[in-house]
């Protein structure tokens, strides 16, 4: 892993891709299980939860295929970016809802679900890239130690986003035990957390990867330098 870390920071393109990757992981790590608070708490209808997180995922996995598209027509990057500002402008439109605007919900839910899409399908890709940069910088195939640092940084991001959660939670004295009374200025707390939480976190995302230096032509460029290489090493041999 400590050799991952150490390529990871050599490789700029690279770290500037998995700050933004562990940014808007935790980010969405952080609200995913606020979805429960916030139905349960602010809109009052915990048996329809389940509904909504379906609604979510469904959105999610359908909008896979678009961004992987998206990313062909305008860059990986670029896509990245527009699916960062896509949650980012849907999600504060979650404050303006209260008791009994269960289903008014599901409209902003498909939105960010679709956005969501785009987290996952897109830096995978974009990681790719980045490891063929380095193959082309240094003729070397090093691609298990970035996906061994990738892999440190998402279990990172997954450990940190509950933590950082139900720490604020505990600072406003949110009370998630069943039955449970909170007060309305405890309530307004989770609102905030969950409305706006992960635009603010999608704004350091957006700025790491906003200039990424490797376009699509940069890495037909680099994928045609390490094929000369390969075919030199070859007459070489």
Not at 161 to 185: H, K, M, R, V, W
Request: charged share 15%; glycine share 6%.
């Amino acid at each position: 892993i400590m050799q991952g870390l150490k390529l990871m920071v050599s490789n700029k393109p690279f770290l500037r891709l998995i700050i933004a990757f562990m940014v808007s992981s935790t980010a969405l790590s952080i609200t995913t299980p606020l979805y429960l608070f916030f139905i349960t708490y602010v809109l009052h209808e915990e048996e329809k939860a389940i509904y909504m997180l379906t609604f979510f995922y469904l959105a999610n996995l359908s909008a896979v295929p678009f961004w992987v598209w998206l990313s062909t027509k305008i860059g990986k990057h670029r896509a990245y970016v527009g699916s960062f500002t896509l949650i980012g402008l849907a999600h504060p439109f979650y404050i303006f809802l209260g008791a009994g605007d269960f289903w008014y919900m599901l409209p902003i839910t498909l939105v960010t679900g679709f956005a969501a899409g785009g987290f996952h399908a897109l830096p995978n890709s974009m990681k790719a890239d980045v490891i063929d940069y380095d193959t082309y910088l240094t003729g070397e195939d090093r691609a298990a130690q970035f996906f061994a640092a990738w892999s440190f940084v998402t279990k990172m991001a997954i450990a940190i986003a509950p933590f950082f959660a139900f720490t604020y939670l505990d600072l406003i004295g949110f009370d998630s035990s069943p039955g449970a009374i909170n007060s309305p200025e405890q309530i307004l707390g989770l609102r905030i957390l969950f409305c706006f939480g992960l635009p603010l976190f999608l704004i350091i995302a957006i700025f790491c990867v906003r200039d990424y230096p490797i376009t699509q032509q940069k890495q037909e460029e680099i994928r045609e330098e390490i094929e000369i290489q390969k075919g030199n090493l070859g007459n070489q041999a």
